[in-house]
């Protein structure tokens, strides 16, 4: 046998033998590895329970671990300190609030208080502005010690400590008593923590164990929804002070004494987090799930990718796949979907040209061709929306915005009336450098240039869109409104002159609006309250501050095995992950 | 020579120096900080006492004599986005992944480049050599990212062999296999080139011709003549390739979500997490200017005409 022949044979050898071990490797990437299996209907089908209430379709324990992705890692866990919905996806696992929102119906509910309060069952009194609420009784904390109403005064206080909440919600509940004055206090003070105390110590109150007193700086008929964000978390002291600086961070995360459902396992930075259940959970039903492990993957299309290679058991649907996946017959009955409690939008600069004419900002409204939008960009993941309120906040009369709606003569006539000399200025459309959003910009340019609008589009990165929006050189900025909870405040009060330079980047500073804003939260009686929404709308279709598109269908897949999701708008990242106690493993 | 490369070594500090000062001043220049508004829930107060908290409300310089002075005494700097984590932790949890991937990748690439070089060499206008220059072409002009992607669909979602994301270790190879495949291919077709041309070019020479003339097997010709010649201008490539692939890993550390220190850099600057993007563009420029410094080192070592003064 010649040299060359013997080479072939190597490397034939050599390729054969990396086959073969390849082949042997298939299928079982990692521990948590899971064969899918094709039940028709999936997780979604309803299963039949055991005698204990378990349902009788469910895996042993030791297969009660879920793999999903919560596409960032946290910067924090601290209950004061989360802001975003990759932090609220785990959080909301870890610590609990005095209320939640029913998944449906999205009423207030109560988690770790006994009952909502009300002016019929004693917990608001007459002055209407002091509220007093009952613990459940036999809360405790994940070592087994009682939590009680000082832990939830702690950590409301503590809420307004802005070295520890200054990225997140600090400064969100400003309806308690003694709020805008603590707000206003100087953080770098050496005295400030305890000046905080001191400015809300009236109106945080633990009464007993199992009593609050809260006291609203005016009758606000959201002041009870903003129980459910997790700045107002309980959060135990010694826990927090023994952590110090370290509290709620990956490098002492297992130390972290939570109250939840789900305790921390183990935080890999840059990787992963891994919650177990927490056997000493008493406010609610314990979860079937043993453990959940969330992965940090940024990229949702390698998040899909490690979906279809069985390493999660979750994953976001990426848009540009969604008619192929929706179209597959075997993945179909895999995905969830929910519209969000929230809408999107393109945030106007109003304070400059050609955006501070509001028949201008109308025309441009009146331009936009929401079902193209919808239908080309975001392959059927958007519901094309005049309004900037989902429908089912409360009072929301999406009927109101109709003059908004694409019709290009309409708009014609609104741009001739903002310039009627019809010397249009061009707008630039300043987005982040994404497929997606430059697609929405492409199509945005393209529909606009039909009512001889020029817009330019300028490509950046999310920091850089958010400083030029700031200093009144982007113009514009797609972006929107998840709701954090139900009540229309949350919603209405981003257009105030109070968020600007915050959340409303757009400086929309109104001063009827202003008041009628304030009038709304300040009104208890819902007729009235309606009436004055409707009010208030009717101000924003005349004189819109966004080009509101779309509403988005948030869709995920999940394996057929993963059962008993409850979806619900509140959701953050995850489908279900508001009610992830329900969620179990089932054989397979 | 020992003093010429200990001023070498004496150079490292000004060196890093420059880095930081150019680096702190570049990344203040770009628009944009670590709490923007409208990022979050955060409130106009709250960004300003974080500001505060950091020093971010300071000019320029007196946030670089902060960064500076804390630098000197080893503190790298708290991390912007995650506060309560210092960026000596991210680094202390971050860098074996790093270092595992740029090592086993370099060593991937040698074996496979050369190995390639020399077969397609020695069996010029075979098959062989077709199929090694063909993979060398292939490799040189296929960015590591779009063949992350190949890779990916094929092996992992289609067939399954191996997983799609994550990082086992030096235990874990099955996660090893596609990102090392993807980064490395590209030094490994490079390596190759160099390797056939530098063995073509020994095996023209005379004291080969008169190897074989003396009647030595072919084998030991190849081995012992050939390689062994041909591999001095290879073995000086491998200092910048492994210096390459330790810090230039953050694209397929990113896209196969391995939790190591590039993809904290590419979360670092979209971030604009200051002290984060300082510390790791030090640590690369380091691994860098001493990979340089071995490289200059293993010239006076491989060939004996050099001599540094």
Redesign the interface.
């Known amino acids: 046998m010649s040299?060359?022949n013997r080479?072939f044979l190597l490397?034939g050898a050599l390729l054969s033998a990396a086959m073969v071990g390849?082949?042997a490797?298939?299928?079982g990437?990692?521990s948590s590895d899971k064969t899918a299996t094709a039940a028709a209907g999936g997780g979604k089908t309803p299963a039949a329970t055991t005698a204990g209430g378990a349902p009788a379709d469910m895996a042993p324990d030791a297969q009660q671990v879920l793999t999903v992705n919560a596409q960032s890692?946290?910067?924090?866990q601290?209950p004061q300190?989360v802001?975003?919905t990759y932090e609220l996806t785990v959080n909301h696992q870890l610590f609990i609030t005095l209320f939640d929102q029913d998944p449906k119906t999205s009423e207030l509910i109560p988690l770790a208080a006994s009952e909502v309060p009300t002016a019929s069952n004693g917990g608001i009194a007459a002055d209407g502005v002091t509220y007093t609420i009952k613990l459940k009784p036999g809360l405790k904390w994940s070592d087994g010690t009682p939590l009680t109403a000082k832990d939830f005064a702690y950590g409301i206080i503590r809420g307004y400590n802005?070295?520890v909440?200054?990225?997140?919600?600090?400064?969100?509940f400003t309806n308690l008593k003694g709020a805008d004055a603590v707000?206003?206090l100087d953080?770098?003070s050496a005295t400030y923590v305890q000046d905080v105390q001191n400015g809300l110590k009236d109106s945080v109150v633990a009464v007993d164990d199992a009593t609050l007193k809260l006291v609203a700086n005016a009758k606000s008929a959201s002041f009870l929804s903003n129980l459910t964000l997790a700045v107002t978390a309980a959060v135990q002291q010694a826990n927090v002070e023994a952590l110090g600086?370290?509290?709620?961070?990956?490098?002492s995360a297992t130390q972290l004494v939570t109250s939840g459902p789900f305790k921390i396992k183990e935080w890999?930075?840059?990787?992963h987090a891994t919650i177990v259940a927490n056997d000493n959970y008493t406010a609610g039903k314990k979860p079937y799930l043993k453990e959940i492990t969330f992965?940090?993957?940024?990229?949702q299309n390698?998040?899909y990718?490690?979906y279809?290679?069985?390493?999660l058991d979750e994953a976001m649907v990426p848009a540009a796949l969604y008619p192929s996946i929706s179209g597959d017959a075997s993945m179909k009955n895999q995905i969830y979907q929910e519209e969000e409690f929230g809408t999107r939008w393109i945030t106007v600069d109003v304070t400059i040209p050609p955006w501070n004419n509001k028949d201008f900002v109308i025309g441009i409204n009146q331009a936009t061709d929401r079902e193209a939008i919808g239908r080309d960009v975001y392959f059927g993941l958007r519901k094309a929306w005049t309004a900037p309120c989902p429908a089912a906040v409360v009072g929301c009369d999406p009927t109101i915005f109709k003059n908004l709606e694409y019709n290009l003569d309409a708009a014609k006539a609104s741009i001739a009336k903002a310039f009627p000399d019809g010397k249009i200025p061009d707008v630039t459309l300043e987005t982040v450098n994404d497929p997606t959003t430059k697609a929405l910009a492409t199509t945005l340019q393209a529909q606009w240039d039909k009512v001889g609008v020029k817009a330019n589009i300028v490509t950046t990165?999310?920091?850089?869109?958010?400083?030029?929006?700031?200093s009144h050189k982007a113009g514009t900025?797609i972006?929107g409104w998840g709701m954090?909870y139900a009540d229309p405040s949350d919603l209405w009060a981003i257009f105030t002159t109070a968020s600007v330079?915050?959340?409303n980047?757009g400086f929309y500073s109104r001063t009827d609006y202003d008041k009628l804003e304030a009038d709304q939260d300040a009104e208890l009686d819902p007729a009235k309250r309606t009436a004055i929404l409707k009010q208030l709308q009717q101000f924003l279709a005349a004189d819109p501050p966004v080009i509101q598109f779309a509403i988005q269908l948030r869709t995920d897949v999940y394996k057929p095995y993963v059962k008993g999701l409850v979806t619900s708008p509140f959701d953050y990242i995850l489908y279900g992950d508001q009610q992830l106690v329900g969620v179990y493993i089932a054989k397979h | 020579m020992t003093g010429y490369f200990v001023r070498r070594i004496l150079w490292i500090i000004p060196v890093l120096w420059l880095i930081s000062i150019i680096t702190f001043g570049l990344m203040h220049a770009v628009k944009g900080g670590p709490f923007e508004a409208g990022e979050g829930k955060s409130s106009e107060a709250g960004r300003a006492a974080l500001a505060a908290k950091y020093h971010l409300d300071r000019p320029v310089w007196v946030q670089y004599g902060y960064y500076m002075r804390g630098l000197v005494q080893g503190d790298l700097g708290p991390d912007l986005a995650s506060q309560g984590t210092s960026v000596n932790d991210i680094l202390k949890h971050n860098w074996r992944p790093t270092v595992e991937l740029g090592v086993v990748t370099t060593l991937y690439a040698v074996v496979v480049g050369v190995s390639l070089g020399i077969l397609a060499a020695t069996r010029r206008n075979s098959v062989i050599d077709y199929v090694s220059v063909g993979f060398a072409t292939i490799g040189a002009s296929t960015p590591n990212f779009v063949l992350g992607i190949m890779l990916v669909l094929l092996f992992a979602v289609k067939f399954k062999f191996f997983p799609a994301i994550g990082w086992g270790g030096l235990t874990g190879w099955k996660y090893m296999v596609l990102p090392v495949v993807s980064l490395g291919s590209l030094p490994a077709a490079y390596i190759a080139r160099i390797t056939r041309a530098s063995m073509l070019e020994v095996m023209n020479q005379d004291y080969i011709r008169t190897a074989r003339a003396k009647g030595l097997r072919e084998r030991i010709v190849t081995m012992r003549h050939i390689v062994r010649n041909a591999l001095i201008p290879v073995l000086t490539l491998i200092g910048p390739i492994a210096a390459g692939l330790l810090t230039g890993s953050f694209i397929i550390e990113y896209f196969f979500s391995i939790p190591g220190i590039g993809r904290a850099y590419v979360q670092a600057i979209l971030g604009r997490d200051y002290p984060l993007i300082m510390a790791t563009t030090l640590l690369y420029a380091f691994v860098i200017v001493l990979a340089n410094l071995t490289i200059d080192m293993l010239y006076a070592v491989v060939d004996p005409r050099i001599r540094y003064s």
């Not at chain 1, 992965?295 to 990229?299: G, L, N, S, Y």
Request: charged residues 20%; glycine residues 12%; aromatic residues 8%.
């Open positions: 040299i060359r080479w490397l390849a082949v490797c298939g299928g990437t990692s890692e946290p910067n924090t601290d300190g802001s975003y802005l070295n909440s200054g990225a997140a919600y600090g400064g969100f707000l206003k953080p770098k600086s370290n509290y709620g961070v990956a490098s890999a930075p840059k990787d992965k940090f993957i940024e990229d390698q998040a990718n490690a279809q290679a069985n390493q990165d999310q920091k850089t869109l958010r400083a030029d929006m700031k900025q972006t954090d330079g915050g959340n980047l």
